[in-house]
C-alpha cells in the first residue's frame, strides 16, 4: 500500500490538535477556572447558573437578616424598657393606695406616673433607621398622640416582615396598639393619666382598677417581648443557616467552576509532553526521505 | 531481419522514454504541494518485433496517466461539505457562545439584581433610594434583554452576509466549471491538468453547498443541488441569485431555492440564520414575556409610595414575539420611582409586594409555570451550549472522515518523495544504460562505416 506522508495533512493536523490541548490546559492553570466557556461543560454551565441563583438568594436573606437584626434588637431594648415603665407605674399606683399617704406623696406619686407615661410614649415612638417600630405597616406615622385631650393609636394592626428564609418571615414593625391596649378598652397611656388622677384624688379603687389595668399591659409586653426573643433566635438560626447553606452552594460552584489545579497541572505537563512529541514526529518524519540515499 | 538503424532508432525510442520518465517524476516533484495536484504515471509499451529476426523496436510511450478515484473523490467531497456545514455551525455557535456569557455574569447576573433589589425594598419600604434601584435594576435586566436579542440579531445578519459571498463564489465557481467543460471538450491532448482544476473547483463547491456530480463522457462534469437542479450542464452555467434587500432568499432561474440549499456551508449559514437563532430569540422572548407578565400581575395590585393604586411595572409588549427586544419600564415607572409598589395594602410601610416581588425568584412563572426565570436561563445556557458542542464534535468528527479519505485518496492519487525518488533512480539508470547501448551501436556503425571508407 502506498502511504504518502504529508506534512499539513498528517503532521499539522496532529500538532494543531496538540497545541489546543496545551492551550486548554493551561487557560485552566491560569484562570484557575475549569469551566472558562458554558461550551467547556454544557452541563456543568447549566448548574453553576443554578447554584449562582442559589448564592444570590442567600446573599439576599441574609440581608435581610442583617437590615432585621438591629430593628429587633430595638425593639428588644424598648420592650425591656416598657416593662420597668410598667413596673415602676405599677409600684408607684400600688403605694399611693391606703390611708397612710399623704397629699404631698400623692402629688409626688401622681407626678411620677405623669413622668413614667411621657418616657413610655418616646419608648412606643421610638424609630430605627428612620421608621416607627410600634405602628404597624403606617411607619411614617407616630404610634401614639395626644388629639383633643385622648390619646390616638397613629398605627394599624399590620406587621412588615421579611423574609430571611425560603417561606420564612420575621415581623419587622409592631402593632403597638396590640400591646398598649390590647383587648382593654383604654390603652396604657389613657390608664396612667387614669391613675395619676386617681392617685391625687386619693381613689383607692380606682388606683386598683388603673394597676390592673397596667398588669395587664406588662403581660401583654412581657409576651410580646417573648415573641420577640422567639424571633430574635430565629434570626440567629436563619443566619446561621444560610451561612451554612451558602458554604454549601459556594462549595458545589467551585466544583463546577473552577479547577483541580493538581489535576490541571497534570493536564498542562501531559498536554506538553504530547505537543512536544507531536512537533518532533513531524520534525522526523518530514526529516527522513530516500532522497537523503541518492548519490 | 532488422539493421544496425533499426537498433539505433530502439535505443533513441528508449532515451526518449526514459527522458520522459525523468520529465513525470519533476511534473509530481514540482507539484506535490499543489492543491488538487495527481500523481502522474508514465505508461509505457514495449514495441514488438517486426520479424522472426528482430529483438523488437524498443518502448514507446503509450501515454502519461493521472491516477485518479473517483468513487473517493466523490465521497470526500460530500465529507467536506458535512464538515464545512458543521464548522460554519461551530464557528458562529461560538460567537453565540460568547454572547450569553458566564454562568453568574449575564442575564442571571441581572435577574439576581432586580430580585436583590425587590428584597431591599421589602427590608426598608419607605427608602427612596431602594425604590431608584428597582427602577435602575429593573432598567438594566430589560436593556440586557435588549442587548442579547441584539447581539443575535448581528449574528443572523453576519451569517446572511456570509450566505451572499458563499453564494457569490458558488457563482463563480460554476461559471469557471462550465469554461473547463469547454477546455476539456475542445482539448486534442492532455486534460488531466484540466481535470486537476476541476476537482479542486468541485471540492471548494462541495464544501460551500450540497451538489451532485456527474461525469460527462469526455471528462467535463455536470452539476446539481442536491435537490436536482442544474448549475453546471455543459458548457452552459446557472449562477443563484441572492435577493437584493432583508434577509436574502436564494432562487435559481427564478425559484426560490432557499429550502433546498442544506447542506455545505451555505447550508449551515441558513440553518443558523433561520433556524437557531430564531429559536433562542424565541426562548428569550419567552422568558421576557413571562417574567413582565409575572411581575406586573403583582405589581399591579400593590400601593405606591403614596397610597396610590400601582399600574405595571414593565411596558408588556403585546405578544411573545419579540417582547425580549420590546422589553422596558413603564413610563410612569421611569418618570418617578415612587410609583413603584412595595405595599400590599396602601400603607407606606407595608412591604407585601415588594416581598412577593423578590420572591418570584424561587417561583416557576415560566414555560407555563414549569420554570423559575432561573431555571429558564439555565435551560437556555444548556441549549445553546449543547448546540456548541454538538457541532464542534460533529465538525472534528467529520473532520477525521476527511482525513482518512484525504489519507486514501492520497494513496492513489498522491505524491510520495520516497517513490519519486525510486523512479528517479530507475529512470536515471535506465536512460544511462540506453545511452550506453545507443553508443555501442553507435560504434559497431563506425566500425562498419570505417571499412565502407576503406
Do not use: C
Not at chain 1, 223 to 247: I, V, W
Not at chain 2, 57 to 77: F, N, T, Y
Not at chain 2, 271 to 281: A, C, E, H, I
Not at chain 2, 322 to 329: F, T
Amino acid at each position: 500500500m502506498r502511504i504518502p506522508y504529508d506534512v499539513i495533512r498528517d503532521g499539522l493536523g496532529a500538532v494543531n490538535r496538540a497545541a489546543d490541548n496545551m492551550a486548554a490546559a493551561q487557560r485552566q492553570m491560569s484562570t484557575g477556572r475549569r469551566l472558562n466557556s458554558i461550551g467547556d461543560d454544557p452541563l456543568g454551565a447549566h448548574q453553576a447558573v443554578g447554584q449562582h441563583a442559589t448564592l444570590g438568594a442567600i446573599d439576599a436573606y441574609s440581608r435581610a437578616v442583617s437590615a432585621a437584626s438591629p430593628r429587633l434588637a430595638a425593639a428588644d431594648a424598648v420592650f425591656a424598657a416598657v416593662g420597668d415603665k410598667l413596673t415602676a407605674a405599677i409600684q408607684a399606683g400600688l403605694g399611693a393606695k391606703g390611708s397612710n399617704t399623704t397629699p404631698a406623696s400623692r402629688t409626688a406619686s401622681a407626678a411620677q406616673v405623669a413622668s413614667l407615661r411621657d418616657a413610655l410614649l418616646a419608648d412606643f415612638n421610638s424609630t430605627e433607621n428612620g421608621t416607627y417600630l410600634f405602628s404597624g405597616t403606617a411607619s411614617t406615622d407616630a404610634p401614639y398622640a395626644q388629639s383633643g385631650g385622648t390619646w390616638v393609636y397613629q398605627g394599624n394592626a399590620d406587621t412588615a416582615k421579611v423574609e430571611v428564609g425560603r417561606g420564612r418571615t420575621i415581623a419587622v414593625t409592631f402593632d403597638g396598639q396590640a400591646i398598649a391596649k390590647g383587648t382593654d378598652p383604654t390603652d396604657v397611656f389613657t390608664v396612667l393619666d387614669d391613675l395619676a388622677m386617681a392617685i391625687n384624688a386619693g381613689n383607692d379603687p380606682a388606683i386598683a382598677t388603673a394597676v390592673a389595668g397596667l398588669e395587664r399591659a406588662f403581660d401583654r409586653t412581657l409576651r410580646a417581648q417573648g415573641r420577640l426573643g422567639a424571633d430574635e433566635r430565629g434570626l440567629d438560626e436563619a443566619s446561621m443557616r444560610l451561612a451554612g447553606l451558602k458554604r454549601g452552594a459556594e462549595a458545589r460552584r467551585s466544583t463546577i467552576e473552577d479547577a483541580n489545579m493538581a489535576e490541571a497541572i497534570t493536564n498542562l505537563t501531559q498536554a506538553e509532553t504530547n505537543y512536544r512529541a507531536a512537533l518532533a514526529s513531524v520534525s522526523t518524519m518530514e526529516r527522513i526521505s530516500l532522497l537523503d540515499y541518492l548519490r | 531481419m532488422s539493421g544496425l538503424f533499426e537498433s539505433l532508432s530502439a535505443a533513441s525510442n528508449a532515451l526518449i522514454a526514459q527522458r520522459m520518465g525523468l520529465d513525470v517524476v519533476g511534473q509530481n516533484i514540482a507539484n506535490i504541494s499543489t492543491p488538487g495536484y495527481t500523481r502522474r504515471t508514465l505508461v509505457l509499451a514495449e514495441i514488438p518485433p517486426i520479424g522472426p529476426l528482430s529483438a523488437g523496436g524498443g518502448v514507446s510511450v503509450v501515454g502519461i496517466r493521472a491516477m485518479r478515484d473517483q468513487l473517493v473523490e466523490a465521497r470526500l467531497r460530500r465529507e467536506q461539505g458535512s464538515t464545512a456545514h458543521d464548522a460554519t455551525l461551530a464557528e458562529v455557535l461560538a460567537t453565540a457562545e460568547a454572547i450569553l456569557g458566564m454562568p453568574g455574569a449575564s442575564l442571571d447576573a441581572n435577574l439576581t439584581a432586580f430580585f436583590d433589589a425587590f428584597s431591599a425594598l421589602a427590608n426598608d419600604p419607605t427608602s427612596l433610594a431602594a425604590r431608584d434601584n428597582v427602577v435602575s435594576q429593573g432598567g438594566l435586566l430589560a436593556q440586557s434583554f435588549g442587548n442579547l436579542v441584539n447581539q443575535f440579531g448581528s449574528l443572523q445578519r453576519d451569517a446572511d452576509a456570509s450566505l451572499r459571498t458563499a453564494a457569490a463564489e458558488v457563482n463563480a465557481l460554476v461559471a469557471e466549471l462550465a469554461q473547463l467543460n469547454v477546455d476539456i471538450a475542445g482539448s486534442s491532448y492532455d486534460v488531466e491538468s484540466i481535470r486537476d482544476r476541476q476537482t479542486v473547483l468541485l471540492s471548494r463547491l462541495g464544501e460551500l453547498a450540497d451538489v451532485s456530480v456527474l461525469a460527462r463522457a469526455d471528462g467535463g462534469v455536470d452539476v446539481t443541488l442536491a435537490s436536482g437542479r442544474a448549475i453546471v450542464i455543459g458548457e452552459n452555467s446557472y449562477a443563484l441569485n441572492a435577493s437584493p434587500t432583508g434577509m436574502a432568499s436564494v432562487t435559481l432561474e427564478g425559484v426560490d431555492v432557499t429550502a433546498e440549499l442544506t447542506g455545505g456551508r451555505m447550508g449551515g449559514l441558513l440553518q443558523l440564520r433561520d433556524t437557531v437563532v430564531p429559536g433562542y430569540v424565541a426562548q428569550l422572548d419567552q422568558l421576557a414575556y413571562d417574567l413582565a407578565t409575572a411581575v406586573n400581575a403583582r405589581h399591579s395590585t400593590g400601593f405606591d409610595a403614596t397610597g396610590a393604586a400601582a399600574g405595571a411595572f414593565f411596558a408588556l409588549p403585546g405578544a411573545v414575539a419579540g417582547a425580549a427586544a420590546a422589553l422596558s419600564l413603564d413610563a410612569a415607572i421611569v418618570a418617578d420611582s415612587q410609583r413603584v409598589a412595595a405595599s400590599a395594602t396602601g400603607a407606606v410601610g407595608d412591604n407585601g409586594i415588594a416581598t412577593q416581588l423578590a420572591s418570584l425568584r424561587d417561583v416557576k412563572i415560566s414555560t407555563g409555570g414549569t420554570r423559575t426565570a432561573f431555571e429558564a436561563w439555565s435551560q437556555f445556557v444548556y441549549t445553546v451550549a449543547t448546540d456548541v458542542v454538538g457541532a464542534s464534535a460533529s465538525a472534528v468528527s467529520h473532520g477525521q472522515i476527511v482525513t482518512q479519505l484525504q489519507q486514501l485518496r492520497a494513496q492513489t492519487s498522491g505524491v510520495s518523495y520516497d517513490e519519486e525518488a525510486a523512479h528517479l533512480m530507475r529512470y536515471q539508470r535506465a536512460y544511462e544504460a540506453n545511452a550506453r547501448v545507443f553508443q555501442a551501436v553507435s560504434d559497431v556503425l563506425d566500425v562498419l562505416m570505417g571499412m565502407v571508407q576503406r
